[in-house]
């Protein structure tokens, strides 16, 4: 790789950690996120704009093709816009039960108990509507093409989760399919693609998850080290 003066600077701001240190951080970081679990039973307690800001921040820095940043995230907390998306959300969802689901995916989901109604998505106070730019730069107002689009801002999704979770809030991933209502109601070009919402809030008191969700693959049949 070619570095010069006007096109690097020093990594100056890298941390090293002993080796005991880098096992706890790791270890701690894998409890946490081993907690977070895909809800949908929400309460309708708001959530401070700041922390969504702060969550979309630290995803915001996630790696993407020559740094184009192809991602945006429009934070929908009006009460009135989630009902449009979750009326919108609900039309596909009840296409897709009735019609276009073949009966192995209804099969695969049938273990978690879910259909087309999405009630939460007016109780949640946070809807994040994660859009994929087709066209951009790695500065605002450039109309070049990106790369690695899907991988990118797939990314940066779970870096969302993950910074939400270390928030404490919950989310729940949802994807109805098409996504093209979510252009207009968000104000979105159509060289943005819906990428998936981000139901995000606090859970309900009675909240709770598919035992079928908590079956997660240990290890050795996720990885080999060769």
């Known amino acids: 790789m070619k570095t010069t003066d006007e ?34 039973a929400f309460s309708s307690r708001p959530v401070e704009r700041a922390i969504i800001q702060s969550c979309v921040a630290a995803a915001g820095t996630a790696p993407s093709g020559a740094n184009h940043q192809p991602w945006f995230f429009a934070c929908v907390g009006s009460n009135e816009l989630k009902k449009r998306i979750r009326e919108a959300a609900e039309a596909e969802e009840r296409s897709f039960y009735l019609r276009r689901a073949s009966q192995e995916w209804l099969d695969a989901l049938a273990p978690i108990g879910t259909n087309a109604e999405k009630r939460y998505m007016e ?3 946070w809807l994040i509507c994660i859009f994929a730019q087709r066209r951009g730069g790695a500065v605002t107002g450039e109309d ?27 989310t ?47 290890l050795g049949e996720i990885s080999a080290f060769l």
């Open 7 to 40: 096109t690097h600077v020093p990594l100056s701001n890298w941390r090293e950690f002993p080796v005991e240190e880098m096992q706890a951080r790791v270890r701690e970081f894998h409890q946490e996120m081993s907690r977070r679990r895909s809800v949908r």
């Open 123 to 125: 109780i949640a106070p």
């Open 172 to 218: 729940l991933v949802h994807t109805p399919n098409p996504m093209g209502f979510l252009n207009e109601l968000c104000g979105r070009p159509a060289t943005e693609k819906p990428y998936l919402i981000l139901v995000v809030g606090y859970p309900a008191n009675d909240a709770m998850v598919p035992k079928h969700a908590l079956k997660k693959k240990p």
């Open 144 to 170: 070049r093409k990106n790369y690695y689009i899907s991988e990118s801002v797939g990314i940066a999704t779970g870096m969302l989760i993950t910074a939400c979770q270390l928030a404490g809030l919950a």
